[in-house]
């Protein structure tokens, strides 16, 4: 029997409802509990940890204490905040899958046929070019191509800026017909 008294005097003494409780002290005795309360359900000891800090901050700063059952306010604050943070976690998963679709929906697919189309349009230019006059289809390069000034390009070449702007004119002009007779 003098066992059972001796267990007794173990157990924390319960606080009677009337009289305030210092929070803060009974969380430093439970904080092992509580720890092992968020890294069940987080399964991360480093946010657990964040929790746990978050927990102390929140207990601190309460103006007014419960009176009745400290053990059951902490855990239940406790579970406040994890509840809190999953929400937190599952607004940046939907914001981060919503910038996920938004980068998708930016980029052109490339498919096999406007891939072939490019390909076709880059060989009609290509072809157009080659059956310019040099002097015009080399103009037309440097200027378009190459985004040399067309006074640079006149004086390269020792023609007037006017004479480099019809050589680009032409060039210009013949393209526009072989895309027409491509349509």
């Not at 009609?124 to 037309?140: S, W, Y």
């Amino acid at each position: 029997m003098g066992r059972l008294t001796d267990m007794s005097n173990d157990m924390p003494d319960p606080v009677p409802a009337s009289e305030p409780v210092d929070l803060l002290a009974r969380l430093r005795d439970m904080r092992p509990a509580v720890l092992s309360f968020f890294v069940r359900r987080l399964h991360d000891q480093a946010q657990a940890e964040d929790l746990i800090q978050d927990l102390f901050v929140r207990i601190a700063s309460m103006t007014s204490h419960p009176t009745g059952n400290p053990e059951g306010y902490i855990f239940q604050t406790a579970a406040n905040l994890l509840r809190d943070h999953y929400r937190r976690e599952a607004t940046r998963s939907r914001y981060v899958q919503a910038r996920t679709h938004d980068r998708d929906r930016d980029v052109d697919p490339i498919d096999a046929e406007r891939l072939l189309l490019a390909r076709q349009s880059v060989g009609c230019v290509a072809k157009t070019l080659e059956a310019l006059p040099d002097r015009t289809r080399q103009i037309f390069i440097l200027y378009r191509l190459e985004g040399m000034q067309r006074k640079a390009i006149a004086d390269a070449f020792g023609v007037s800026v006017s004479a480099v702007e019809k050589h680009i004119s032409n060039a210009m002009r013949a393209l526009l017909a072989d895309l027409e007779k491509a349509r």
